[in-house]
């Protein structure tokens, strides 16, 4: 928005305010999805009961089938760090694994980052005396 207003020695309409938010999100969330993404894999550790004793317990895609799943599982979450679940991640997919799913938020999130960011930009500018 500085360049903007540096360039056209004007404040930035509401459009280039949008456009500057939507960029600014974009770059935003693809720099941080890496970390998404290990979120959601830790969420999704946990235990499936199988039939008699055995129980399958998730492991970050795989499973184990074990009568011992219970103590597994808590191993599993006691280990689960965000480093251990990043570096599992990197080894069994790749760079291109951490970011397995970021076309679907280059298409949400831009819109709603623009939104948020101008409406922030214009109640300010109307809270904040002259």
């Not at 305010?17 to 960029?23: D, F, I, K, S, V």
């Not at 492991?59 to 808590?74: D, E, F, N, Y």
């Not at 819109?111 to 960011?117: E, Q, T």
Request: glycine share 8%; charged share 20%.
């Amino acid at each position: 928005k500085k360049q903007i207003a540096q360039m056209t020695g004007r404040e930035p309409t509401t459009i280039e305010r949008m456009q500057c938010g939507a960029l600014a999100g974009l770059v935003a969330q693809s720099m941080t999805y890496p970390l998404e993404v290990t979120r959601r894999r830790m969420q999704t550790i946990g235990i499936v009961r199988a039939a008699g004793t055995d129980a399958a317990v998730n492991v970050l895609g795989g499973t184990i089938r074990t009568s011992k799943a219970h103590r597994v599982a808590q191993t599993l979450e006691k280990d689960a760090t965000m480093l251990a679940t990043l570096t599992h991640v990197l080894r069994e997919q790749g760079l291109r694994g951490l970011f397995k799913g970021v076309s679907m938020n280059w298409v949400k999130g831009p819109v709603a980052f623009s939104i948020s960011f101008t409406t922030f930009d214009i109640i300010k500018k109307k809270l904040t005396p002259d």
